[in-house]
């Protein structure tokens, strides 16, 4: 790549360091890039595309700080020894920069911000008493590593997972609209629709709606069933958002129902 940039014959470690700035960006927007893309093809599963985006998150904000660097010395200094490309140069290491900052960005994305409360859990529920029971879709878990039996995952139980749900996510709770059932249940699944959702079955006399929504990023299947029920002031409705695989979502799952209950 060396001889494919112009240097000035006084300075000729500009372009060598813009050079080494540029390179290592682009490896760090790669390796992010590749984390899913791999997923996506089929040629590694999840864990390894997690490691991936660990070793990026780890080094793709230093390596974004110092092209960044980079990019302010070469144009400066290139300026000031009036060497020739200095301002290409200094462009280089700035798309080095960009290009990291950019593969940082995807693994800090999963990482809970100051003061959020994130517990390490995979199935969320409005009804922690009684949660909502999937049927339809267990066939399509028959190989997931999670479980759909509410508390049933390693080091986890029923109250514990309630507790740590209810703590984290105060305000998915159960939901009572004033429509009839029948009315509630058809709004249930025009949300389902809008949010992109696989409807998997719906069964408006048991008042039960399962879906699979696929994350965008990693590919991962997560699956929802709500369950709507008829009640003395109007309707309830109740949702429950469970991963197939990982012991935490980063808040997907609560995301995911906060998302439907505001389309409800």
């Known amino acids: 790549m060396s001889n494919s940039i112009d240097r000035g014959s006084s300075s000729p470690w500009l372009g060598w360091l813009a050079e080494l700035a540029l390179v290592a960006g682009l490896a760090m927007g790669g390796v992010s890039l590749a984390s899913a893309l791999g997923i996506w ?6 864990r390894t595309g997690f490691a991936m985006l660990q070793f990026v998150g780890e080094f793709g904000r230093p390596v974004a700080a110092a092209a960044l660097v980079a990019s302010v010395a070469v ?3 290139g300026r000031r020894q009036a060497a020739d490309g200095a301002t290409r140069h200094a462009a280089l290491a700035l798309i080095g920069a960009i290009a990291a900052g950019l593969g940082y960005y995807v693994p800090a994305s999963y990482v809970p911000g100051e003061g959020e409360n994130i517990p390490p859990i995979h199935d969320i529920s409005t009804d922690t008493a009684n949660p909502p029971e999937f049927v339809a879709v267990l066939t399509l878990r028959a190989d997931a590593p999670n479980t759909t039996v509410y508390g049933g995952s390693a080091d986890m139980t029923p109250e514990r997972l309630a507790e740590l749900t209810t703590g984290a996510y105060p305000d998915l ?67 429950r958002s469970v991963s197939r695989v990982g012991r935490g979502d980063a808040g997907t799952n609560a995301r995911r129902l906060r998302a439907f209950f505001d389309a409800l």
């Open 173 to 239: 709770t159960t939901r009572t609209f004033s429509d009839p059932p029948d009315a509630v249940f058809e709004r249930a699944l025009v949300a389902v629709e809008g949010l992109g959702w696989e409807l998997v079955a719906q069964a408006p006399a048991e008042g039960r709606i399962e879906a699979t929504d696929t994350t965008f990023w990693y590919r991962f299947k997560d699956d929802v069933v709500i369950r709507i029920q008829p009640a003395a002031n109007g309707t309830t409705v109740d949702a």
């Open 41 to 46: 093809l089929g040629l590694w599963d999840f």
């Open 75 to 77: 144009y400066w200094l």
